[in-house]
């Protein structure tokens, strides 16, 4: 019983490790095409937390970036990666929630893909451990 609870646990942890890094790619080409491109995203002029597109944009390259590097740690079994992939999984779902006028159905589906690997980090570390 214990042995195929590790192995499922590892499969969670390696599925959260490919979602970031290609969670990461999207953010970063998204924070790419808002720094090169900056009339591509157009938000109505009463928003709160208006910024100007370009420094969004350099927010999301940044965050996919690291983003990217935390999850190759993860694929290569680094165990502080889980916690940062946590934390960075938490900041882009906000950053997203925040970006939602600029491009709300893409915001969304980041948002939801940050859950799903927050839970897969989270709800099977404990296995590993032992």
Request: charged residues 10%; aromatic residues 14%.
């Amino acid at each position: 019983m214990g042995e195929s609870r590790r192995v499922v646990a590892g499969g969670f942890t390696i599925f959260a490790a490919i979602m970031m890094i290609v969670l990461g790619a999207f953010e970063a080409f998204q924070g790419l095409a808002a720094v090169l491109k900056q009339d591509y995203y157009v938000v109505t002029a009463d928003y709160v937390y208006k910024f100007n597109v370009a420094t969004w944009g350099w927010i999301h390259l940044i965050l996919g970036i690291v983003v990217i590097l935390a999850g190759m740690a993860l694929v290569g079994g680094a165990l502080w990666a889980r916690m940062v992939g946590v934390v960075l999984a938490a900041l882009v779902a906000l950053a997203n929630f925040l970006w939602l006028p600029y491009y709300p159905i893409w915001s969304v589906i980041i948002i939801a893909t940050c859950v799903v690997v927050i839970w897969a980090l989270i709800a099977h570390g404990r296995e590993l451990a032992e």
